[in-house]
Nanobody, 127 residues
C-alpha cells in the first residue's frame, strides 16, 4: 500500500527548531520529487519546499528561504524538512506529497502537481 507518513511536529517556542520527516512505504522514493506543504487555520494550503528525485535541486517559498532546509535519504526512503528560526506564522499542519510522474522540482511546489499525500503533522510555534 502506497503511503507517506509525516512525523516530527510539535510545540516549539519562537526561534526554535524542528525537523520533520516524511517516510514513504509501498513505493521507492528515488524516482520522485517530494514536496512539503502547509496549511494554517483559515488559510489555503501553500507550497513550502520541494526536492528533486536525485536531491540535486531544491526550491523554497520566500517565506521560509534561509530558515528551512529540505533533504532526502533515499536509502531510508525518507525526506526531511529542517526548520530553524521558527516564527509564529509557521504554525500550520505540514504535509508531504509525491510529485506526479516526471514532475521535477523547478519551482515552489504547486499542490495540483502532487499526489499521494500524508496525513500531516502539526507544528505550533508559540511567541
Amino acid at each position: 500500500q502506497l503511503q507517506l507518513v509525516e512525523s516530527g511536529g510539535g510545540l516549539v517556542q519562537s526561534g526554535g527548531s524542528l525537523r520533520l520527516s516524511c517516510a514513504a512505504s509501498g513505493f521507492t522514493l528515488d524516482y520522485y520529487t517530494i514536496g512539503w506543504f502547509r496549511q494554517a487555520p483559515g488559510k489555503e494550503r501553500e507550497g513550502v519546499s520541494c526536492i528533486s528525485s536525485s536531491g540535486d535541486r531544491t526550491k523554497y517559498a520566500d517565506s521560509v528561504k534561509g530558515r528551512f532546509s529540505i533533504s532526502r535519504d533515499n536509502a531510508k526512503n525518507t525526506v526531511y524538512l529542517q526548520m530553524n528560526s521558527l516564527k509564529s506564522e509557521d504554525t500550520a499542519i505540514y504535509y508531504c506529497a509525491r510529485g506526479m510522474q516526471f514532475r521535477g522540482c523547478v519551482s515552489v511546489p504547486d499542490a495540483r502537481h502532487y499526489d499521494n499525500w500524508g496525513q500531516g503533522t502539526q507544528v505550533t510555534v508559540s511567541s
